[in-house]
T-cell receptor, first 115, second 113 residues
């Protein structure tokens, strides 16, 4: 079946502009995660959604970052007033439920470049 | 919070050799340790995992070992093949919570034919 998809695959934007990144999880997956991967670094957790519960936003680096999820479907990560240090690959993952018994399936990522 | 160190950052081996990647973690409460493989242009994919009540787990050419006392865990790949070339990430998780992994910085494995 279809895996996690993300769009766009690449985004180049000017410093100060807002960007929206989209994630389509695997159908039926209630948990959705956003991560940031800087060049040569591991994945940094940003935000996590589980069903209708309040999202865990503990990893968002600043108030310029926000994310929404409509029910158990599409999620959008928004970065306002982008800065050069926001340049990274943004990865989305989904799992059937939250918990170590449920594998996280990752999308291919969106490569964001802020010039 | 949890901190995961991963070594080496780059590992180059000849086809058929073994490769070992090591990670250490700081939070003794972490009890689940997955390993991911990330190929160029793709998202990470889970390849093997281990829980704290087990010392070793094998899956064909891949094995993971865990030393909870020393807070070390390692990935072992035997009989390496060129298609094993990728970036490998370890992670540590405290299960029972929201399942938010703390990742190591990754190891770029290059297998030369």
């Amino acid at each position: 079946g279809a895996g996690v998809s993300q769009s766009p695959s690449n985004k180049v934007t000017e410093k100060g502009k807002d960007v929206e990144l989209r994630c389509d999880p695997i159908s039926g997956h209630t948990a959705l995660y956003w991560y940031r991967q800087r060049l040569g670094q591991g994945l940094e957790f940003l935000i996590y959604f589980q069903g209708n519960s309040a999202p865990d936003k503990s990893g968002l680096p600043s108030d310029r970052f926000s994310a929404e999820r409509t029910g158990e479907s599409v999620s959008t990560l928004t970065i306002q007033r982008t800065q050069q240090e926001d340049s990274a690959v943004y990865l989305c993952a989904s799992s059937l439920l939250a918990g170590v018994a449920y594998e996280q399936y990752f999308g291919p990522g969106t490569r964001l470049t802020v010039t | 919070g949890e901190n995961v160190e991963q070594h080496p950052s780059t590992l180059s081996v000849q086809e058929g050799d073994s490769a070992v990647i090591k990670c250490t973690y700081s939070d003794s409460a972490s009890n689940y340790f997955p390993w991911y493989k990330q190929e160029l242009g793709k998202g990470p994919q889970l390849i093997i995992d281990i829980r704290s009540n087990v010392g070793e787990k094998k899956d064909q050419r891949i094995a993971v070992t865990l030393n909870k006392t020393a807070k070390h865990f390692s990935l072992h790949i035997t009989e390496t093949q060129p298609e094993d070339s990728a970036v490998y990430f370890c992670a540590a998780i405290l299960s029972g919570g929201s399942y938010i992994p703390t990742f190591g910085r990754g190891t770029s494995l290059i297998v030369h034919p």
